[in-house]
């Protein structure tokens, strides 16, 4: 059986830093999987070689046994896998809704000529989409935020906006880089809570995470990367009781 | 009444150039300066198509606006690999560029002496001799300007270029294609620019590079500033304004040797005056 999202040999070097090292793991269908490691770690490098930010130097990355490398970010989004940022990105000058409406996938009138020539198949595709990316805010909770622009948006609800426009894309392989850094205990919860739903909905998660206690409570499966190079894998109680893996999370290098 | 029209039409036509210009620099962000460039193509290529009777008006205006079209994709396509200021650097070029060509290439553009005797635009025999029947035709310009900025405005079109101007990786990473916006928006810009050169050459019946210089690119730019950016009613007050100046310095007892380097004084401390205290123009969004 194919697997559902692999890697194999990654090797991603930037000048004299070798970001990835030989670096291989898979993702299964329906899981969430955390990716933890040090700070350099190569995390990012990771989500960017397979959203096709980055082409690495060698490797190769499939999903559904379709290659990824090689693609375009637009061709992957299309393909089914969908990342978020650690620096979230928004369009801040736009309101919550209309981030979300530009993550819509295959909209009509994205060019010129059909939005000129046919406004009003422009107009009714506006009204499709809208309703769409209200539900995708409504089911993260941020309903009420919608006309709201990103700037006037806590922190808290800017995440769960980043995990809406993703949704909008219609991937169902949805990489997210620290969706739960530097929220307060009631904005962690409801990110998690969201996440678990997310799971149970069908989508597949690879989320990028530093604290242990929200690895423990959402992952069933952690890949623990070091130096660009996946070292361990396993359930988060089995990385987390590995005083090997945690000399190297909190104590010396190497 | 005269006086009043010439006002009027050449107000409609920078309204064409200021949305051309409000499109790229202020709702992609492609920082344009070469937008008279453009416009002076469109008029040159109006101007030779109806001097060597080659093409009646519309088909005429067409051409230029396809010329213009692939043009402005042209000069715009370094955009997509130099980034936000330093495609200001470029956009200088291509405008010093052309002004070069406008001035010396004498057998196409009639060099700094320009093109007299552009004929009147005429649509299925109806000539458009006297300024009020001219003013008719460039409302039916503008009205057609006015409406595409509209319609792209409302559209996913729209929203698909200001979520490009906040954040060009975001935007790749919503699986939207980042070049093809970009190029749609560089041809509408394009199409604008050239329509209104096709009507402004026909209008004057004489045309020479001074029109199309980087002076020019910068008033489109003031008139963005000034109206303000983003919006369509930003687009349409900043040349009706700026345009009415001059008109208004006639007024006033000024030698007329240096009633034109006064009105480049007022445009300049115009535009600083409004980047600072009022950034966003007197109808639109911040630059």
Redesign the interface.
């Known amino acids: 059986m194919t697997p559902y999202l692999e890697a194999t040999g990654i090797n991603k070097r930037f000048g004299g830093l070798q970001a990835l090292r030989d670096c291989s793991f898979t993702v299964e269908q329906g899981c969430i999987t955390c990716l933890v490691g040090p700070n350099g770690a190569g995390k990012t490098t990771i989500f960017n070689v397979v959203?096709g930010?980055f082409r690495p130097d060698t490797g190769s990355v499939t999903f559904r046994g379709k290659k990824l490398d090689g693609l375009?970010?637009?061709a992957i989004?299309?393909a089914g896998v969908?990342?978020?940022?650690q620096n979230l990105?928004?369009?801040?000058?736009?309101t919550a809704l209309?981030?979300v409406?530009?993550?819509?996938?295959r909209?009509?009138?994205?060019?010129?000529l059909?939005?000129?020539f046919r406004?009003l198949r422009?107009?009714q595709?506006?009204r499709r989409?809208t309703a769409l990316a209200l539900e995708t805010l409504e089911h993260v909770g941020l309903a009420d935020q919608a006309r709201q622009t990103v700037r006037n948006l806590s922190y808290g609800e800017r995440k769960l906006l980043t995990v809406a426009?993703l949704l909008?894309?219609g991937?169902e392989l949805l990489l997210l880089d620290e969706p739960a850094s530097g929220l307060s205990a009631g904005a962690l919860d409801a990110i998690m809570a969201l996440l678990r739903r997310l799971q149970s909905e069908g989508k597949t998660l690879l989320v990028v995470e530093h604290n242990t206690r929200v690895v423990q409570k959402i992952a069933d499966q952690v890949l623990f990367l070091h130096q660009g190079h996946l070292m361990a894998r396993g359930s988060p109680a089995e990385i987390i009781s590995d005083p090997r893996l945690a000399e190297i999370y909190f104590g010396g290098a190497i | 009444m005269d006086f009043l029209n010439t006002y009027l039409v050449l107000a409609e036509i920078y309204v064409l150039l200021a949305l051309s210009t409000n499109l790229l620099v202020g709702i992609v962000g492609i920082f344009s300066v070469s937008q008279a460039a453009v416009f002076g193509v469109g008029a040159y290529i109006v101007a030779a198509l109806l001097m060597g009777d080659l093409l009646p008006f519309v088909p005429a205006i067409l051409v230029a606006a396809a010329g213009c079209v692939a043009l402005n994709i042209l000069v715009t396509l370094p955009s997509l690999r130099v980034a936000g200021d330093y495609f200001v650097v470029t956009s200088f070029g291509i405008q010093l560029l052309a002004t070069a060509v406008f001035t010396n290439w004498t057998e196409g553009t009639g060099g700094a002496n320009g093109l007299p005797g552009i004929p009147p635009p005429a649509i299925l025999g109806f000539e458009f001799d006297s300024t009020g029947q001219f003013l008719l035709l460039s409302s039916v310009a503008l009205a057609a300007g006015c409406l595409c900025f509209w319609l792209i405005m409302r559209a996913p079109f729209g929203r698909l270029l200001r979520a490009i101007r906040e954040d060009e990786v975001a935007v790749a990473a919503a699986g939207k294609n980042v070049l093809r916006a970009k190029v749609g928006a560089a041809a509408l810009a394009g199409a604008l620019a050239g329509l209104a050169g096709g009507v402004y050459g026909t209008f004057l019946s004489f045309i020479d590079p001074s029109s199309f210089d980087l002076d020019a690119s910068i008033l489109m730019l003031t008139m963005v500033v000034v109206g303000g950016a983003r919006t369509l009613t930003g687009s349409i007050i900043g040349p009706f304004l700026l345009l009415a100046l001059p008109q208004l310095l006639t007024l006033v007892e000024i030698p007329s040797t240096i009633a034109a380097a006064m009105r480049q004084l007022i445009y300049g401390v115009l535009l600083i005056a409004f980047m600072l205290f009022r950034p966003q123009g007197l109808a639109g969004e911040r630059l």
């Open positions: 959203t930010f375009r970010p637009q989004v299309e969908a990342r978020s940022f990105r928004l369009f801040d000058d736009l209309d981030n409406l530009v993550a819509v996938a909209q009509f009138a994205e060019e010129p059909g939005a000129i406004p422009a107009a595709e506006q989409a426009r909008a894309t991937a």
